[in-house]
């Protein structure tokens, strides 16, 4: 649950595939953390219960993270990542960096702008976000705390939401025509919300801003809806169901860095 002006918002914890990636790959971590002077695969793979098909692009993951090292005998230990993070004075710092790495190198595999969001105190809230020249970032001619309705990453966080948070942020936030594509019914929206299947991106085509397509998919972590999302300009709209797929199969890294 989370709280929005002393009041309750319930989620709907629909579990999905980069869930499962950070919740085995925290599992992996906490399983090398328990060994100080090392681990090796084969022992990883007992403890864990994961066998290699599973284990291997998982420690892949992590090592790339920077969240475990192989030393000299092959053996897996704590990264360097892991250690910034773990010091409580510099950890909100470092957590911004680790993140920020990996959104950067998201936007470079996806050749779009990337951003998180997350559903804080009842408002759609941009937390980070990595474009490029070449990869801008769309730009917010209406705040995005009153365009949910428009845009992939406010379909993705009311998604989370149950039906009476839905109801709820939408009572507070007047659905406006914003370009001739729009939904501005919430009887539309809502139906829409309620049968979108959890392993599918939301879209945003042309709804929010002419000339811009976007996508998103869920990234909740701990009682906060939260996303990834991504735009492109129109005219790359063909690529658009393609990166949202690589953005969803490369969301785990963001989900386990909010986990830790």
């Not at 475990?68 to 510099?90: F, K, M, N, P, W």
Request: charged letters at 20%; aromatic letters at 4%; glycine letters at 6%.
């Amino acid at each position: 649950m989370s709280e929005r002006r002393g009041k309750t918002v319930a989620l709907k914890h629909e579990p999905t595939t980069p869930h499962h990636s950070a919740q085995d790959a925290l599992r992996v971590l906490e399983t090398v953390a328990r060994h100080t002077t090392g681990v090796t695969d084969a022992e990883l793979a007992r403890q864990t219960g994961f066998g290699t098909e599973r284990l291997t692009p998982l420690l892949r993951m992590l090592r790339r993270e920077g969240y475990v090292e192989q030393i000299a005998d092959g053996a897996y230990v704590t990264g360097d990542a892991l250690t910034r993070l773990g010091s409580a004075h510099h950890r909100e710092q470092a957590l911004r960096d680790k993140i920020q790495h990996t959104l950067d190198r998201l936007r470079d595999s996806v050749g779009a702008a990337v951003y998180i969001s997350r559903y804080v105190d009842g408002e759609v809230t941009i937390t980070q976000y990595a474009d490029s020249p070449a990869t801008p970032a769309v730009h917010e001619w209406v705040d995005f705390r009153y365009s949910a309705h428009a845009t992939a990453l406010g379909k993705s966080l009311l998604g989370q939401l149950d039906h009476n948070g839905r109801r709820d942020h939408l009572s507070r936030h007047k659905m406006a025509r914003l370009t001739s594509r729009t939904i501005t019914s919430d009887k539309l929206l809502l139906s829409r919300l309620e049968s979108q299947p959890p392993t599918m991106p939301h879209l945003d085509l042309q709804e929010y801003a002419v000339g811009t397509v976007c996508a998103a998919v869920p990234i909740t972590a701990g009682a906060t809806a939260g996303c990834l999302a991504l735009s492109l300009p129109v005219q790359h709209a063909h690529r658009l169901r393609q990166a949202a797929d690589t953005l969803n199969r490369n969301a785990a890294p963001v989900l386990l860095s909010l986990a830790i």
